[in-house]
C-alpha cells in the first residue's frame, strides 16, 4: 500500500483479522463490526485485462470497502479537493471509500481479483459517472 496523500474520511485503509494456518491463511470480515456500515451487496472484478481501467465515477450515498483477494491494482481517489493514490495487494487490507468521492482502478496484475463489500444494493442514479458533474455537487452542497 501506497499513501501519496490522506485526507481523513475520503479512504481510509480496514485491516482484517489474519488466521495464519501452515495449511493456508484465513480472513474474515463481519459486518457491523469491521466495516462502518452493514453489507448489502458483495461484487468482485476478474478476467480483468492489464491494460483495463475501471471506475470512473462517485456515488451519492453509497460506501465500500475494496479489497485485492489476488494479485494487485492502483485505486486514484478524489474528494473533488485532495487526490490519493492506494495500491491493493493484500487481501486483509481492505479501502474504505466513502460517499462522494471520485474513485479509478488500473494497473491491474494479470489475474487480479477485485472483491467489493458495499452499503446498498444496486442502484444507477446513486452514480456520478460525469465527473464535473460530480464537483458542481459537491460546490452545490450535495454532502
Ligand atoms: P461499474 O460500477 O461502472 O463498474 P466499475 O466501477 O468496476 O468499473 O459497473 C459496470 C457495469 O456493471 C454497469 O453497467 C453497472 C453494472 N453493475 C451491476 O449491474 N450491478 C452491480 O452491482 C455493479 C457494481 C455494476
New binding site residues.
Given amino acids: 500500500m501506497t499513501r501519496i496523500s490522506a485526507h481523513q474520511g475520503s479512504a481510509r485503509i480496514i485491516d482484517l483479522p489474519q488466521i495464519h494456518d501452515p495449511r493456508g491463511d484465513l480472513t474474515f470480515v463481519e459486518g457491523g463490526n469491521h466495516l462502518p456500515f452493514d453489507i448489502a451487496?458483495v461484487?468482485y472484478?476478474y478476467n480483468v485485462p492489464v491494460d483495463s481501467e475501471?471506475?470512473?465515477?462517485a456515488h451519492r450515498d453509497l460506501e465500500q470497502v475494496i479489497f485485492a483477494l489476488s494479485g494487485s491494482f492502483r485505486i486514484k481517489i478524489d474528494d473533488g479537493e485532495t487526490k490519493t493514490e492506494f495500491w491493493l495487494r493484500d487481501p486483509r487490507k481492505g479501502l474504505y471509500v466513502n460517499r462522494m468521492i471520485w474513485r479509478e482502478?488500473d494497473a491491474f496484475s494479470q489475474g487480479a481479483v477485485c472483491m467489493?463489500l458495499?452499503s446498498h444494493v444496486?442502484d444507477?442514479s446513486d452514480?456520478f459517472r460525469d465527473y464535473n458533474e460530480f464537483q458542481n455537487a459537491l460546490r452545490g452542497g450535495v454532502e
Fill in positions: 451487496r461484487y472484478l475501471r471506475g470512473g465515477h482502478m467489493v458495499a444496486y444507477e452514480y
